[in-house]
């Protein structure tokens, strides 16, 4: 029992932890916050005014016939329905404008993390979930912010005005309250413990229903070929279900508070009549009404702070996420090292490389150097470490040990931007947005390169006769991940990114891999004259790019277990020679 107290405490201190967190993005909106909560105060304050009018319209205009009050007690309703609507009206649009804000400003933040953030950080997450926290959890902030507040304020406002509604009238009727309020606020208490949890599992729930439809739209042909329709309908058929099964819990703990805490409300109601019915009581019928509909009147707003329970902890719980993720550390660049351009030299020394989900290294102590101008391929068996070698240098990933230098600097003393800015990669994954073909090919620098430029490179990288062909040209839209161009087009335009950029580094990581043979020799003499006076590494698919290599490595396991020209390879009779005999690069 008592382990279960520490833990609603902390879980307690963790909420409200998190609603710090949120608050300062509240509170940048004060005016309007401050106004808002003037409107709802006003708001609490007509409607428990509209009530208190029961007592002199009974008292005073029917039991006593006052004639003047029974003229003007229209207005007066009027009056407050009036005041009530457009506070109603203005509280409502104010906190829809500070939601809508403290939305955005989270949103962009998360997204400018995933641009910034490293890529381990996608490399431990699924992409189905990064896309559920941008779009489902940012949302239920928005219950954290406007309808939870909009509830949480009003009521509680038009409770404390029904207590002094109640209590001013008759404070012998109004003595069940002291009953009444402490069982109300631990039945609340107790739903709030329920309402974290079943909104942490719901929060999981919708990050497994986005990352299943992630998965079917990314491997929608696989599954056709397969056959695997049913099945993936039935996974889905389960994540989706357990969605559903939670928002039924929460639903149903959610409507049973309701009745629960009417009953308590009744029990009070039950006091009231028998307290009344002393004759003693000196009560007149305008205050036995006002004092009883003050009572049922409580039924709504306790209800209603109930069920906000639920958005609030939904809320809070999406909140816990999303700042977790704001916790996650960026990319480090403590470079200062910023040069137009580097010449080229690139080395190698004892570096040592293993990713987080493995426990093997990746690369171990390797050493090579590649002189500026100079090409170097890297050949061996799929998965034996070189894309790795070309992920290093980007400093997509950083050493585990050792160095890499260029131009005898190490890299992690240059800016990032820098760095990545001194070469050019282009890999056999080849993404595309989904803009125009003009804009694919100058990404990164749209406005610098003139429409004559792009079209030079694409002619170079053998691109420009099947971009003249498309509907619309060089403006013609490739469709999300260039799904409306061909492997082989879309490696083309990559290659004529790389052009265009003119960067003294290439990295070539199998860049010729989703060409047809005859595109393939059409671009080579484009690759072989984009490398001159260029440092390249080349990761080989085919002999043709490797063959004039000035020292072709090659990697096993990770290491480095035999170095040459093609031909000092082929005459060792080694690892090289196997696979140039098996064409297995």
């Keep these: 029992m008592s382990n279960n107290k520490h833990k609603t405490f902390n879980q307690d201190i963790s909420t409200w932890r998190t609603f710090l967190k949120l608050w300062p993005y509240i509170t940048q909106h004060k005016f ?38 029974l003229y003007m007690a229209p207005l007066y309703i009027f009056g407050l329905v009036l005041i009530r609507g457009m506070a109603n009206y203005g509280y409502s649009v104010l906190l829809a404008f500070i939601s809508g804000k ?66 001013s009238n008759s404070w012998q009727l109004s003595l069940s309250l002291i009953i009444v309020t402490p069982i109300v606020i631990a039945l609340i208490t107790f739903i709030s413990v329920k309402f974290r949890k079943l909104a942490k599992s719901m929060q999981n729930s919708m990050g497994n ?66 307290t009344a019915s002393d004759p003693n009581l000196n009560i007149t019928p305008g205050e036995f009404t006002v004092v009883f509909s003050s009572l049922v009147a409580l039924m709504q707003p306790i209800k209603n702070l109930t069920s906000v329970n639920a958005n609030f902890q939904k809320g809070m719980a999406a909140c816990q996420t999303l700042f977790s993720i704001f916790e996650q550390p960026l990319e480090v660049d403590k470079g200062i090292i910023n040069v137009d351009r580097v010449q080229g030299n690139i080395s190698f020394k004892n570096v040592s490389f293993g990713y987080e989900t493995r426990q093997e290294l990746a690369i171990k102590n390797i050493s090579f150097s590649v002189p500026a101008g100079k090409m170097v391929a890297l ?8 894309s790795t070698i070309a992920s290093l240098i980007t400093r997509f990933y950083d050493v585990s040990q050792g160095e890499i230098l260029i131009d005898g600097d190490d890299i992690r003393n240059f800016t990032l931007y820098c760095l990545r800015n001194q070469i050019g990669l282009v890999s056999q994954n080849v993404h595309l947005f989904n803009d125009t073909i003009a804009n694919n090919i100058a990404y990164g620098r ?45 490696q083309r335009i990559a290659i004529a990114r790389a052009l265009l950029r003119d960067n003294p580094i290439l990295i070539l990581d199998e860049a010729t891999s989703a060409l047809d043979t005859e595109s393939e020799h059409a671009i080579q003499k484009a690759l072989n004259d984009l490398q001159k006076g260029r440092t390249s590494i080349v990761i080989a698919h085919r002999l043709s790019t490797i063959e004039n290599a000035d020292n072709i490595l090659v990697i096993d396991s990770g290491e480095i277990v035999e170095n040459g020209t093609h031909n000092e390879l082929l005459q060792k009779n080694g690892i090289y020679a ?8």
């Design 32 to 69: 309007v916050l401050f106004l808002s909560i003037i409107l709802l105060i006003v708001s609490a304050f007509a409607d428990t005014s509209l009530i208190g009018l029961l007592r002199p319209l009974l008292d005073l205009g029917f039991s006593m016939n006052d004639q003047k009050f």
């Design 578 to 585: 196997k696979l140039y005999q098996a064409n297995q690069f």
């Design 446 to 490: 749209i406005g610098e390169y003139s429409r004559e430029q792009i079209q030079e490179a694409a002619k170079k990288a053998n691109a420009y006769d099947f971009i003249m062909q498309c509907e619309h040209g060089f403006d013609t839209r490739v469709g999300e991940s260039g799904i409306l161009l061909s492997g082989g087009q879309r």
């Design 102 to 167: 403290i939305i955005m400003r989270i949103r962009q933040r998360l997204f400018a993390h995933y641009v910034d953030a490293p890529v381990t950080f996608f490399d431990r997450s699924s992409t189905g979930r990064l896309l559920s926290q941008i779009t489902y959890d940012t949302d239920q902030v928005a219950a954290s912010s406007s309808d939870a507040l909009i509830t949480i304020i009003r009521e509680s406002a038009f409770i404390c005005g029904l207590f002094y509604t109640m209590f």
């Design 379 to 386: 050949v061996g068996r799929s998965g034996s470490g070189k």
């Design 209 to 274: 229903v986005t990352m299943s439809v992630e998965q079917m739209l990314k491997g929608h042909r696989e599954i056709i070929v397969f056959g695997a329709q049913e099945e993936e309908s039935k996974n889905f058929e389960k994540v989706n279900n357990k969605f559903r099964r939670d928002g039924m819990r929460l639903v149903s703990v959610s409507a049973l508070s309701t009745p629960i805490i009417q009953s308590v409300i009744s029990l009070a109601i039950a006091f009231v009549l028998l």
